[in-house]
C-alpha cells in the first residue's frame, strides 16, 4: 500500500519536499497543497509555486560563504530549487540571481507534471491530527493563513500545554546577530548589569564620549530605512518591546540613554572610576558564544545603513553581521520547544514542519529545510535514519532551530557561527585567515557529506 503525504504550501520548502519525496523511489500518493490563487497572501503576487516574494537572489554561490556551502550541500542532494536557480539564472556577480517568473515556472511545470504528485489549489483549514495512515508536512511560510495559524496553534498546544504562551510568534522587527570574532573587545568589557547572572554575562560596547554618541545617533536617525510594503504600511503596528531602534531614537536621544542604551550599573574593570554616557549591550546567540546580538537593537534600516551605523558603536568597528536586522510581518513556530533535528514534531512522529514557519530565515534556508524534513520522512518510512553532522551548514540549521534557547528563539539565516568546529583542529594558517579558515568548514562539510 502506497504512503500517503500531505505537503501544505507550494513555496521554497513545500515544493522542494515534495520533489525529494517523490524523486526517492518509494510508493507514495503525495498531496501538495497551495491556496494561492484561491486565498491570496499580502506579500505574494502570481499563481506559482515558490513565488520570490522580494529579492530574486538566493544567496552568494561563493563555496567560502555560508549560503555557498549551503547551495552546495543542497546541490548534493539534488535539490529541486537549486536546479530551478541555476536554470533561471541571470547574471549578478558571484550571487545566484535568478529571472524570477522562470524560476518558479521551473518549479510549477516540474511539480504539476509528476505522476507521484497531487496537486490541490485550496486553503488547507482542517484539525491536524497525529495519524498513522498519512504524513503531513506544513511548510505554509511566514504568511499562513488565518486558519492554518489556528489549526497549528491549537495542535501545538495539545501535544505541549507547557508552552501555551509561547506556540507562535509574531514579531515586528528583529536585530541583527553579529560575529563574536569581530568584536573588538579591546574596547568592549564583560559584564551583566549589577553583575546578575554570572557576573559576565553580556559583552558591552561603551560610548565615553559625548561626541561619538552623537555622531553615532545623528546617523541613527539619518540613515536610510527599508521600504515598506502597502500592506505593511496599513498593518504596521509597533509592539512597545519590539520597536525599531531608529524609531525609540526618533523619539529623542534621552529614550536611548534611558532605554536599550542605559549605561547603569555596568562597571568596566579597566576603568573602574568611568561610568559610560551610553552602552550597547550584546547577548550571546548561541551556545558556543561564537554569535552575539545588539540586545534592543531590532530594525528596519537598509542593510549597508546597519553596516554603517552599527559600527559607529565603539567595539563594532569592524562587526561583522551575519543576520541583518529586518522588519515584516512573520510567524514561525517556536521550533526548539516542539521539533527534533529532523523537522519532526517531537511527539508526534508523522507530523513536520519546514520552511520560514519553522524559523529558518531566507529562500535557500527555507528550501533546505523542506528537503530535510522530506529526507528525514523517507528515512522514517524506510526505518533508517537521516542525521546530518552539525559540520554541515543543514545539519548545523537544523540543530539551531531545534535545541535553540527558546526564550531568545528567533528566525536565522546560514551562517558560520552555527558551525560546528573544535578551534584547535584548525591551523594557525586557517584561524588567521577568515577565507581559508570558511574554504576548510566548506570542505570539511562537503567531505562529511560524502563519506
Ligand atoms: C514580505 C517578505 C519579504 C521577504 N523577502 C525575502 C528576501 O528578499 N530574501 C529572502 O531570502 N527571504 C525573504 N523572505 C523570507 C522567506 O525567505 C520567504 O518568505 C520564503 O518564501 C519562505 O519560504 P516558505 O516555503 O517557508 O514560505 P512561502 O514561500 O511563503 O510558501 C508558503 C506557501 O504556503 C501557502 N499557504 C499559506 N497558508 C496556506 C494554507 N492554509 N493552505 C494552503 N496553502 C497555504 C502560501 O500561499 C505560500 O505559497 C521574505 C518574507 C516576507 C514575508
Known amino acids: 500500500m502506497p504512503h500517503k ?19 526517492s523511489g518509494l510508493d507514495l500518493e503525495i498531496e501538495l497543497w497551495e491556496m494561492r490563487p484561491k486565498v491570496k497572501t499580502p506579500a505574494h503576487h ?11 537572489s538566493l544567496g552568494s554561490e561563493f563555496l567560502t560563504t555560508a549560503r555557498g556551502l549551503l547551495i552546495r550541500e543542497m546541490e548534493h542532494f539534488d535539490s529541486l530549487i537549486i536546479k530551478a536557480a541555476k536554470d533561471a ?13 522562470l524560476f518558479a515556472k ?17 486553503e488547507f483549514d482542517q484539525e491536524i491530527i497525529d495519524n498513522n495512515d498519512e504524513a503531513i508536512i506544513i ?18 498546544m495539545k501535544t505541549n500545554p507547557e508552552a501555551k504562551s509561547s506556540y507562535l510568534h509574531f514579531f515586528d522587527a528583529a536585530a541583527p546577530i553579529i560575529t563574536a570574532e569581530s568584536i573588538n573587545m579591546d574596547i568592549a568589557f564583560k559584564a551583566s548589569r549589577y553583575d546578575k547572572g554570572d557576573g559576565a554575562d553580556y559583552i558591552n560596547c561603551p560610548f565615553y564620549n559625548k561626541n561619538d554618541f552623537d555622531n553615532f545617533y545623528q546617523a541613527l536617525i539619518q540613515a536610510k530605512r527599508a521600504p515598506l510594503k502597502d500592506f505593511e504600511k496599513e498593518n504596521m503596528r509597533y509592539f512597545e518591546g519590539c520597536m525599531p531602534i531608529e524609531a525609540i531614537a526618533e523619539r529623542g536621544q534621552k529614550t536611548l540613554t534611558f532605554g ?57 568597528e569592524n562587526l561583522e553581521i551575519v543576520r541583518y536586522g529586518v522588519m515584516h510581518q512573520n510567524i514561525f513556530i517556536n521550533s526548539p520547544l516542539f521539533l527534533d533535528s529532523n523537522f519532526r514534531v517531537k511527539q508526534s512522529s508523522n507530523i513536520f514542519f519546514a520552511g520560514q514557519v519553522t524559523g529558518v530565515e531566507g529562500y535557500t534556508e527555507s528550501a533546505a529545510s523542506g528537503l530535510m524534513a522530506a529526507r528525514s520522512l523517507i528515512a522514517q518510512i524506510k526505518k533508517t535514519n537521516f542525521d546530518l553532522p552539525r559540520s554541515t551548514m543543514m545539519g548545523a540549521l537544523s540543530h539551531y532551530i531545534s535545541s535553540c534557547e527558546p526564550k531568545y528563539f528567533q528566525p536565522i539565516n546560514s551562517n558560520w557561527g552555527i558551525i560546528n568546529y573544535e578551534p584547535e583542529a584548525l591551523e594557525m594558517k586557517y584561524r588567521k585567515n577568515k577565507t581559508l579558515k570558511n574554504e576548510f568548514l566548506a570542505n570539511r562539510a562537503l567531505e562529511a557529506l560524502n563519506s
Open 260 to 316: 536599550p542604551m542605559k549605561p547603569v550599573g555596568l562597571k568596566d574593570p579597566r576603568r573602574p572610576n568611568d561610568r559610560a554616557y551610553a552602552v550597547v549591550q550584546l547577548r550571546q546567540d548561541n551556545v558556543v558564544g561564537s554569535l552575539y546580538n545588539l540586545v534592543g537593537f531590532q530594525t528596519n534600516l537598509e542593510w549597508g545603513e546597519q553596516k554603517k551605523v552599527f559600527a559607529l558603536i565603539p567595539g563594532l
Open 106 to 122: 521551473y518549479i510549477t511545470d516540474k511539480l504539476e507534471s509528476h505522476p507521484s504528485i497531487k496537486i490541490i489549489r485550496e
Open 139 to 156: 511548510a505554509t511560510g511566514p504568511l499562513t493563513s488565518a486558519k492554518l495559524s489556528k489549526r497549528i496553534q491549537e495542535f501545538l
Open 46 to 56: 502570481t499563481d506559482n509555486f515558490a513565488e520570490l516574494v522580494c529579492s530574486n
Open 89 to 101: 539564472k541571470v547574471p549578478a556577480g558571484q550571487a545566484l540571481a535568478v529571472d524570477r517568473d
Open 5 to 23: 503525504i500531505k505537503i501544505i504550501g507550494a513555496g521554497l520548502a513545500g515544493t522542494e519536499a515534495a520533489w525529494q519525496l517523490a524523486s
